[in-house]
């Protein structure tokens, strides 16, 4: 069974650093790629970041959304069966429930993910 657990929200002060993680389990997910989303209250869910698979090369459509790009950098450890979402210099703007995802076809693309961590609650407050 596929299962995504996710870790590494909490609150932090604007200016502030959060390292998220993704961990597969009861699959090795190295050929998967790993898209990170987020939801604030009352908005639509915002996908931020797709790595494509083994190696997160550009050419399988590895992206960063322009909206958070220069601030936030996603990364894979596949040894590890773990994704990874850094998130810098956060603004309030960036609080929200994060969430991961997977999908086997390795490619970041339009297909949709079948595979959700559970969120983790991001705030960023003084």
């Known amino acids: 069974q596929v299962q995504l657990a996710e870790s590494g929200g909490g609150l932090v002060q604007p200016g502030g650093s959060l390292r998220l993680s993704c961990q597969g389990l009861g699959f090795s997910p190295g050929f998967y790629a790993f898209g990170w989303f987020r939801q604030a209250p009352g908005k639509e869910r915002e996908e931020i970041s797709c790595i494509s698979g083994f190696d997160g090369s550009p050419a399988q459509g590895t992206f960063v959304a322009a909206s958070v790009k220069g601030r936030f950098t996603h990364s894979r450890d596949n040894a590890k069966n773990t994704a990874y979402l850094q998130l810098n210099r956060l603004k309030p703007e960036d609080t929200a429930v994060y969430y991961c995802?997977?999908?086997?076809?390795?490619?970041?693309?339009?297909?949709?993910?079948?595979?959700w961590g559970q969120g983790t609650q991001v705030t960023v407050s003084s």
């Open positions: 995802a997977a999908k086997s076809s390795g490619v970041c693309d339009e297909r949709e993910y079948p595979y």
